[in-house]
């Protein structure tokens, strides 16, 4: 049914656009017509597009409601107050009437397959027949509408930015349910325990004992080691990624051939696609060891799982970010700037130093403030380089853990969401929304000083 409505829609898009284009063309000189004849074809579209989408839309979760409604009543009437056992029933009707069910359907399993299969069809012919419809009737409504005084360029880039509205629109509106779809569990958890313990207590052990004989207590939500151990892999990585970042730009913005830049920077940009469990295969299979063989040998106690190893790979992982976005915000530093520079006498690195990173401040901030945001949200590096032990250390040697390694852990497995434990989860998501957020605007209050100070 999708395939041949869609079908329908791509012919009268086609034959409306050429005869819209064509009517305006036979309507007038170029020079008499208010808008291209692209421009009334486009209007043409539009007025075929708007009322199929619109059936479509609205038309398929309508009928598949109903036929899905009379499916089950035919079954057991009953089944419509049961969610769980309503499902089951649909996948063994849907099965049935498709010829896929295994094993010798009851009567009344036939029945209500017999019911779908035949209000399936009635009501994809009616879909299909009425989008049909409606969009011949908009072809017609398009075509009559044409005039050489017709504003078809108004009109199109009208509905243009309604879809450009509507795009900006769902980017926000999704980024509002999120935050809300958090926000509602958060306050949930917060019913089951006091923020004043989940944000300033010192201990992290979200293990609840499930019966009243059952070791593991009530838990322990102090969110301080995790706080620690973030700001600690955060800190190890960025102290890595942001020299060797930035040190980098610079060389290939300011230093190097073309031909070398053009090999280089893709290279370094590969190690943004190479997949985070690859890396963390290589920090617990190849650095953590090292780590812990030199530590050893320099008399240090080195824990097998580190948060020094986890940082240095977290490190690599994010060098690309630091060094591309950097490398842009270089090469956008007017050349003017730096031909005043070298017309006062100033060297090359002076000229670097004092004009073009200066310049640049605002930008390189961004990209680090994104770099650290990015390392705030892995997790498959520190699971399987820092661990899960939720220990208060600012040692770096030592085994840690953070937010999104929490958070996964939590949410392995069946789990009850009427726990505080599985509802610490989403808290924890919602502390680290707000902690991202407030990167973020630091980040644009950066950029916002140092745009004003140098454009």
Do not use: C
């Amino acid at each position: 049914m999708t395939l041949l409505y869609f079908s329908g829609l791509v012919a009268l898009i086609v034959i409306g656009f050429l005869f819209g284009r064509a009517r305006a063309a036979a309507s007038g000189s170029i020079a008499t017509l208010h808008s291209r004849p692209s421009y009334h074809g486009a209007f043409v579209v539009i007025s075929i597009v708007v009322p199929m989408l619109l059936i479509f839309i609205v038309g398929v979760p309508l009928a598949d409601r109903i036929v899905n409604s009379q499916a089950i009543s035919a079954l057991d009437p009953a089944l419509l107050d049961d969610e769980l056992r309503r499902g089951a029933a649909l996948r063994d009707i849907g099965a049935v009437a498709t010829g896929r069910y295994s094993g010798e359907p009851s009567a009344a399993l036939k029945n209500a397959a017999d019911t779908y299969a035949s209000l399936h069809a009635w009501t994809s012919t009616l879909i299909v027949g009425g989008g049909w419809v409606f969009g011949l009737l908009g072809l017609a409504f398009g075509l009559r509408s044409l005039s050489a005084q017709f504003r078809a360029r108004n009109n199109v880039e009208r509905v243009v930015k309604i879809l450009l509205f509507a795009a900006a629109s769902v980017a926000v509106l999704t980024t509002v349910g999120i935050v809300f779809s958090v926000l509602f569990e958060t306050i949930r958890f917060f019913q089951k325990v006091s923020p004043v313990e989940f944000l300033f207590g010192l201990q992290w052990s979200p293990q609840i004992a499930m019966r009243a004989d059952q070791g593991g207590g009530g838990g322990a939500f102090g969110i301080v080691p995790l706080v620690v151990g973030t700001f600690l892999i955060t800190f190890i990585a960025i102290l890595i990624a942001g020299p060797i970042g930035l040190f980098a730009a610079i060389y290939m913005a300011e230093y190097s051939s073309p031909r070398f830049r053009a090999i280089a920077k893709p290279i370094l940009e590969i190690l943004a696609g190479i997949p985070t469990v690859v890396l963390g295969f290589f920090a617990a299979l190849s650095l953590a060891p090292w780590v812990r063989g030199t530590g050893e040998a320099l008399g240090l106690n080195v824990a097998s799982e580190s948060a020094l190893a986890a940082g240095i790979v977290m490190g690599m992982m994010i060098i690309p970010f630091v060094s591309s976005l950097s490398d842009d915000v270089i090469n956008a530093v007017p050349q003017s700037l730096r031909d005043g520079s070298y017309a006062m006498g100033s060297t090359k690195s002076e000229t670097i130093k004092k004009v073009v990173l200066p310049a640049a401040f605002g930008g390189i901030v961004s990209a680090m403030m994104l770099a650290i945001s990015r390392a705030v949200g892995e997790t498959m590096i520190v699971v399987m380089a820092a661990g899960l032990a939720a220990n208060l250390t600012f040692n770096p040697l030592e085994a840690v853990t953070t937010f999104t390694v929490q958070i996964k852990t939590i949410l392995v497995g069946d789990q009850e969401f009427d726990s505080a434990k599985t509802l610490a989860a989403f808290a924890l998501g919602f502390v680290l929304f707000f902690f991202t957020l407030t990167l973020n605007v630091i980040a644009l209050q950066i950029v916002k000083r140092y745009r004003e100070q140098y454009d």
